[in-house]
């Protein structure tokens, strides 16, 4: 056997054709690489038309039917609350009361109504001691309390019993519907002339003397206090419970037998708020209050 020789023609054939073959897979590999380069730096770039799903038009009708809401359980819940307008309660007009007349030892010497029936206001007089009222209020010295005022009587509930107390000087009748009807007109006119009468005594103290008048009355050449009647208009002398006739003996603490009593407290009436009048009525003293 010949030795193996890398001289020999044939190994130097082999080795010159290896390197072309070399070459050409490396330019190929080259090739490829520069290719999937190119695709990786130009993919990002690429718009892709994505196609939305949409449901068919049997399938959109069936879940339609199927899956509606019913929101009308929803709506009549009232979650908030029902809307309800306000309504205004009718103001009840009060009523004269077929109530018999009391045996209380007491006398109405005044009323004061009003078109508010709480806010009306009786002058009773109990033992010679005269007090002002309101409605739901009981009168000192007895059980009965005061329910209703109207212009010539009050009714009093006297442990349980609904009676009639006439105002002084009237006799005690059954009340008419005639009655009831014309008391809210005449309580609100009445009303009305007490503003205007607090009005002008408040501007001018000294008016007064123009709805109380004073008269002297002597006896043996002596004063023995000054005779009341009502004035140029009476509702002031009615509301304080005043009676035509009745004699004023003290007026703020002050003894109007004396003769310059009088003078003293005409003088000071401006700096006066209000008049407390002792008056003799029927051979009973009554205290009047009267607020300037």
Same mark, same amino acid.
């Given at each position: 056997?010949? !030795? ?22 490396? #330019? ?20 892709? /038309? ?19 809401? /019913? ?15 306000? #309504?205004?309660? !009718? #103001? ?5 009361? @077929? ?33 002002? *009222? ?7 010295? &007895? ?8 212009? /010539? ?9 609904? =009676? &009639?107390? %006439?105002?002084? $000087? ?5 009340? &008419? ?8 007109? +005449? ?7 007490? =503003?205007?009468?607090? +009005? @002008?005594?408040? &501007? ?6 123009? *709805?109380?008048?004073?008269?002297? %009355? ?22 304080? $419970?005043?009676?035509? $006739? ?8 002050? @003894? ?5 009593? %009088? ?10 708020? =209000? ?10 003293? *009554? ?6």
């Amino acid at each position: 056997m010949k !030795p193996f020789s890398f001289s020999s023609p044939s190994l130097q054939k082999l080795i010159t054709n290896q390197a072309i073959l070399s070459t050409w897979v490396t #330019v190929i590999l080259l090739l490829s690489a520069a290719w999937v380069a190119g695709k990786l730096i130009w993919f990002p770039y690429q718009q892709v /038309d994505i196609v939305s799903w949409q449901p068919s038009a049997s399938t959109i009708a069936a879940g339609t039917q199927q899956d509606r809401l /019913d929101l009308s359980t929803l709506q009549n819940s009232h979650l908030f609350g029902r809307y309800q307008a306000d #309504v205004v309660a !009718p #103001v009840a007009k009060p009523k004269l009361e @077929d109530a018999p007349k009391s045996r209380l030892n007491v006398v109405l010497v005044g009323v004061v109504t009003s078109s508010e029936s709480n806010k009306s206001l009786a002058v009773v007089a109990k033992s010679g001691k005269q007090a002002t *009222y309101g409605v739901n209020e009981v009168i000192a010295g &007895t059980q009965a309390k005061l329910i209703q005022v109207q212009s /010539d009587r009050i009714i009093v509930d006297n442990s349980g019993r609904n =009676e &009639t107390v %006439m105002l002084e $000087g009237i006799k005690y009748s059954k009340p &008419t519907q005639q009655q009831a009807k014309s008391a809210p007109a +005449t309580s609100l006119n009445t009303k009305e002339k007490l =503003e205007q009468i607090r +009005t @002008d005594i408040t &501007t001018d103290p000294k008016q007064i003397f123009q *709805y109380v008048r004073m008269s002297q %009355m002597k006896q043996d050449g002596e004063v023995v206090g000054y005779r009341l009647s009502a004035g140029k208009s009476r509702e002031l002398f009615d509301a304080v $419970g005043l009676k035509n $006739g009745d004699v004023a003996t003290h007026l703020n603490g002050q @003894d109007l037998r004396n003769a310059a009593a %009088m003078g003293e407290i005409f003088n000071r009436l401006s700096e006066l708020t =209000e008049l407390n009048l002792t008056v003799e009525r029927n051979g009973q003293p *009554y205290d009047i209050y009267i607020e300037l």
